[in-house]
């Protein structure tokens, strides 16, 4: 076992749920392990316990992950991994973009001499895909369609033997175990590090959007980006709703997709132990666009506008919601 830990990804498994629950517990040891949550910064710099937990206070999104870019100078990253070693603990790092074929932590630990266990969680393209679309890609001026994005992409996106090879040839790597999605994330990473599963159940972020927030997001071009995801959790308590995403995936596309996919999910067998591997293979949504097809029926017809019904249920939710903003404010005063 190593004394650093990475949690790389990817997108849409629960990274930023995981992210939470480490955000809010990093004041101590998390789940009775002797692991310590840490995020690297883009000045090289490290940010760890009741600081890392104020950070997450004021982050409109709630939590605190690492660096996408490779900070200057890693120095900091070195003292912090031997002064917490020194003191019998270990460190773990988050950041899904850390799961991209071209990442460049790989390349830095090994010039660093540090070996890591390396935690990486993936789903089913088709969801993924889909998901993906409403997280990052439908606010993107680039690309129309969802299949214009995958076709943009090369037909790869998704393929995750592929995007995490970083990871699986690096001699920076100790152990690096590849998890399936599941419906709770948060306590498969705890018991991935050895902890008690007594994690709560409120650390859901960046969960399928409402319909009636992408409407109000496709009224309003430029409101949202590819980039400002953290928009979406300030609106979610204020507008409520409980309705998934839009269907974006037909049977033909989806045929594509898992066309594309499938000689690297035979090859992502490979890397999954036993009862990883046994729940892959059992599972349609890998192999066959037929595990969709109470999905196909439920195919988007495109029309993201709010009506009027909608745009004034927007406002007197808004409205509502600075109303109640002012009385706590006043109250508290």
Not at 132 to 148: I, K, P, S, V
Not at 155 to 163: L, M, P, V, Y
Not at 311 to 320: H, R, T
Request: hydrophobic fraction near 40%; aromatic fraction near 10%.
């Amino acid at each position: 076992m190593a004394d650093v830990l990475l949690h790389v990804g990817v997108g849409k498994t629960g990274s930023s749920a995981i992210q939470h629950y480490l955000s809010w517990n990093a004041e101590g040891p998390v789940a009775g392990t002797n692991y310590v949550y840490a995020a690297l910064m883009s000045d090289g710099s490290i940010v760890t316990g009741s600081a890392l937990r104020q950070r997450a206070a004021r982050s409109m999104n709630g939590y605190v992950s690492s660096t996408m870019t490779q900070p200057y100078d890693l120095a900091g990253l070195s003292r912090a991994i031997e002064m917490h070693r020194a003191a019998g603990q270990r460190l773990i790092f988050s950041q899904e973009d850390w799961g991209r074929k071209n990442s460049w932590v790989p390349d830095a630990l090994v010039r660093l001499g540090e070996k890591v266990d390396v935690v990486a969680y993936i789903r089913p393209q088709i969801d993924y895909l889909n998901a993906g679309w409403w997280q990052w890609w439908a606010w993107d001026d680039r690309f129309a369609t969802l299949q214009q994005f995958y076709d943009w992409f090369d037909r790869s996106a998704g393929n995750w033997c592929r995007h995490l090879s970083a990871w699986t040839g690096s001699a920076a790597v100790n152990e690096f175990r590849i998890r399936l999605h599941s419906s709770d994330v948060v306590q498969d990473f705890i018991a991935q590090i050895g902890g008690s599963p007594d994690a709560p159940a409120d650390h859901q972020k960046n969960t399928s959007l409402d319909p009636l927030i992408i409407k109000l997001y496709t009224s309003l071009p430029g409101i949202r980006t590819p980039r400002n995801s953290a928009l979406d959790d300030v609106l979610r308590p204020l507008l409520g709703g409980t309705g998934r995403a839009p269907w974006v995936i037909d049977r033909n596309f989806a045929d594509l997709i898992i066309a594309s996919a499938r000689d690297d999910n035979r090859l992502m067998l490979g890397l999954l132990d036993d009862e990883q591997r046994s729940r892959m293979e059992d599972d349609p949504r890998w192999w066959t666009s037929d595990a969709y097809t109470a999905r196909f029926e439920q195919l988007s017809t495109g029309q993201y506008q709010l009506s009027r019904e909608e745009a004034l249920q927007v406002i007197e939710k808004l409205v509502a919601a600075a109303h109640r903003a002012g009385m706590e404010k006043a109250a508290g005063n």
